[in-house]
């Protein structure tokens, strides 16, 4: 590092403490101009020397806020390193596993939000309905989680839903950017936590209020005709297993049975489609344990 | 409308004639729609198990109207929500005439039911959600008095799409004969 830059970046006025990816150091941010950049997003350079490692797609903590770096420069006389950075001016959520746990250990992502709903309204009106229809470009970190949103992923941006319809990791190694296409927002989508996809259909369906003990039936709330299912009790063992329908016949036969469960195996006739079927089970302290289940199509 | 008669007594008014009766046939459908309530639950929720959940409420009923139920072709609110939605028309009302032949008494139009779902929500356990709205829709009006003379008779059927596809449906055109 040159002496003229060691003694500039000691003095100058703009230096300050960060957190460069989680890790605390000493960075000069310098304006990108007097005028603010049109008040477009406030752009800045981030100056540092050699020392420390910066590169694209890092994140800084600083003045209460995210930032994000968008470009490196090879700089061909090497006394020191210069970055730009954007202010991320979102954080985006989305559910990165199996397990249902959101990204960034349920932070979600800093991101960089540009609209482009250029010339046009962002809702499209055809002949019989009105539909959103604005357009997002959303920059990333490139990191595991960020690469796991494949085409078609829904995310929230805003408080509104959006499909990915384009993703680009090349033209800015370190920052992924992505194409979103405004889509209306679903049952499953959660508004409150702004994750699109959250909840699966299981948690959805509304609580079985009828059973006050701590028994439950554990098994398929819609098996579908032609097919076998097995019934469990949770919490209990079952001395006696019996099936409830409003129809004349019995939808399903009990197809063997024990104290740990039961094998239904539902009739293939799609006449029993729609129909309830309370699946019941005796405990051995004598309580009856029941679940309700609706039968589904075959296919 | 009243008139003076020859003995100095007000006529009675006029009774709805042909076209006049628009509000009232749109008004019976309505009706026969908010009492089944395997329709009210397509259209009030939104997830595969439709059926397994609570009846819709008579308050819930009539919050679909002008929310999912419409009475003319275009559904006002902008889609921002996966929904279903049911509008209506009333079209090509014209006198029962043809070659030869002339009404003095009849007119005959169609009743058009449009359904339209998001295409996200069309899947669900008892089957495709548009085929069981539409199976709903049929159940209630085919052969139902009260619209029209005699009983309405289904004369054409076909699909909608709308908006590249994001919402999906069938429009079912029902025959209305009545008294000019």
């Known amino acids: 590092m040159s002496r003229e830059f060691e003694r500039y970046f000691k003095n100058t006025l703009n230096r300050h403490e960060c957190l460069l990816n989680g890790e605390k150091v000493t960075l000069v941010f310098q304006d990108h101009s007097q005028s603010n950049n049109k008040d477009l997003s406030d752009d800045k350079y981030v100056i540092a020397p050699n020392s420390i490692p910066i590169k694209t797609g890092d994140y800084i903590e600083w003045s209460n806020s995210w930032w994000m770096i968008f470009t490196e420069e090879f700089k061909t006389i090497q006394t020191h390193q210069q970055a730009k950075m954007k202010e991320a001016n979102k954080i985006i959520k989305w559910i990165v596993d199996g397990d249902g746990n959101i990204s960034n250990g349920g932070k979600g992502w800093p991101a960089y939000a540009i609209s482009q709903t250029l010339y046009t309204m962002g809702v499209n009106v055809t002949t019989y309905i009105p539909v959103v229809d604005s357009k997002v470009m959303l920059f990333l970190q490139d990191n595991e989680e960020s690469r796991s949103i494949k085409m078609g992923r829904r995310l929230f941006v805003g408080g509104r839903v959006y499909e990915t319809q384009y993703i680009n990791s090349f033209s800015r190694p370190g920052v992924i950017s992505f194409l979103l296409d405004e889509v209306a927002i679903g049952p499953y989508d959660n508004i409150e936590l702004g994750i699109a996809d959250y909840y699966s259909e299981v948690e959805l369906k509304e609580e079985d209020k009828s059973s006050t003990s701590n028994y439950l039936i554990m098994g398929e709330l819609n098996p579908r005709i032609s097919r076998t299912y097995r019934y469990e009790p949770e919490g209990f063992s079952a001395t006696e297993w019996l099936l409830d329908h409003t129809s004349n016949e019995s939808p399903a036969h009990i197809n063997g049975f024990d104290e740990s469960g039961v094998q239904l195996k539902f009739k293939d006739d799609n006449r029993f489609v729609g129909e309830t079927v309370t699946v019941i089970a005796r405990a051995e302290d004598g309580t009856y344990v029941s679940k309700n289940i609706v039968v589904a199509l075959k296919f | ?180």
């Open chain 2, 1 to 180: 409308m009243a008139v003076q008669g020859s003995r100095g007594r007000k006529a009675r008014k006029a009774p709805n004639k042909g076209i006049m009766q628009f509000t009232k046939w749109k008004q019976a459908a309505i009706e026969k729609m908010l009492a089944d309530d395997e329709l009210m639950k397509l259209l009030t929720y939104t997830t595969k198990d439709w059926k397994s959940r609570s009846d819709v409420s008579e308050e819930a009923r009539y919050d679909l109207l002008d929310k999912n139920i419409f009475q003319y072709k275009f559904i006002d609110p902008i889609a921002d929500k996966q929904e279903s939605f049911v509008s209506m028309g009333l079209a090509y009302f014209a006198p029962q005439e043809g070659f030869r032949q002339f009404s003095d008494d009849y007119i005959m139009g169609y009743f058009y039911l449009y359904i339209l779902c998001s295409r996200h929500i069309r899947s669900t356990h008892q089957g495709d959600r548009a085929d069981l709205i539409a199976s709903r829709l049929y159940d209630i009006l085919q052969s139902s008095r009260g619209i029209g003379m005699g009983e309405l008779r289904m004369e054409t059927q076909g699909e909608i799409w709308a908006d590249n596809n994001s919402h999906g449906g069938y429009f079912l055109g029902f025959q209305v004969v009545d008294f000019k």
